[in-house]
T-cell receptor, first 115, second 110 residues
Framework: DAGVTQSPTHLIKTRGQQVTLRCSPK?????VSWYQQALGQGPQFIFQ???????QRGNFPDRFSGHQFPNYSSELNVNALWLGDSALYLC??????????????FGEGSRLTVL | EDQVTQSPEALRLQEGESSSLNCSYT??????LFWYRQDPGKGPEFLFT???AGEEKEKERLKATLTKKESFLHITAPKPEDSATYLC???????????FGAGTRLFVKA
């Protein structure tokens, strides 16, 4: 049973460019959350998708947007990249029907470097 | 605003030297408190969920406890393979996001 898979694992962009990160949730999971983790910090919540809708959003600008597809996979898009966007981007999925206090299953992350 | 503070930032132990990691939290209404382990370059791995003060959970050499303001992760007789960053997180009753602390980096020397 495959866990949460993310792609690409590493990428390098320059300031002003746009990036798309992809996530496939664990089998049986229907909820996907995205987190940004800067070096030496804990993960920061970006947003959560459920039933193809953004259910909750953290304190991130509109440059960060997302999408969830009918098969529950998800994309994170970041426009107008700047140096501060360099981080590990983590996707986490939750089981179908998860109560609000359910645990998260994380992927290995996508390491984004902005030059 | 909901907040999680972990201490110490880093902890160096000798193999077999037991210790505790602290997680102080402020949350409008606690739905759950979580502990995760994160190895370098990897995503966090779930360890425990605690729901109410007085609750305890154990897994191998790890034991998590919860009060109304803090959680402790006790590590008994650690081994080098326990070296990792341990993250504490909370979820409140009003939303869907999980709020993480900055973590404690644990180094266990043989």
């Amino acid at each position: 049973d495959a866990g949460v898979t993310q792609s690409p694992t590493h990428l390098i962009k320059t300031r002003g460019q746009q990036v798309t990160l992809r996530c496939s949730p664990k089998s049986g999971h229907d909820t996907v959350s995205w987190y940004q983790q800067a070096l030496g910090q804990g993960p920061q919540f970006i947003f959560q998708y459920y039933e193809e809708e953004e259910r909750q959003r953290g304190n991130f600008p509109d440059r960060f947007s997302g999408h969830q597809f009918p098969n529950y996979s998800s994309e994170l898009n970041v426009n107008a990249l700047w140096l501060g966007d360099s981080a590990l981007y983590l996707c986490a999925s939750s089981p179908a029907g998860t109560p609000r206090h359910g645990e998260l299953f994380f992927g290995e992350g996508s390491r984004l470097t902005v030059l | 605003e909901d907040q999680v503070t972990q201490s110490p930032e880093a902890l160096r132990l000798q193999e077999g030297e037991s210790s505790s990691l602290n997680c102080s939290y402020t949350v409008s209404g606690l739905r759950g408190l979580f502990w995760y382990r994160q190895d370098p370059g990897k995503g966090p791995e779930f360890l425990f969920t605690l729901y109410s003060a007085g609750e305890e959970k154990e897994k191998e050499r790890l034991k998590a406890t919860l009060t109304k303001k803090e959680s402790f992760l006790h590590i008994t007789a650690p081994k080098p393979e326990d070296s990792a960053t341990y993250l504490c997180a909370v979820r409140n009753t009003g939303g869907f996001k999980t709020i993480f602390g900055a973590g404690t980096r644990l180094f266990v020397k043989a």
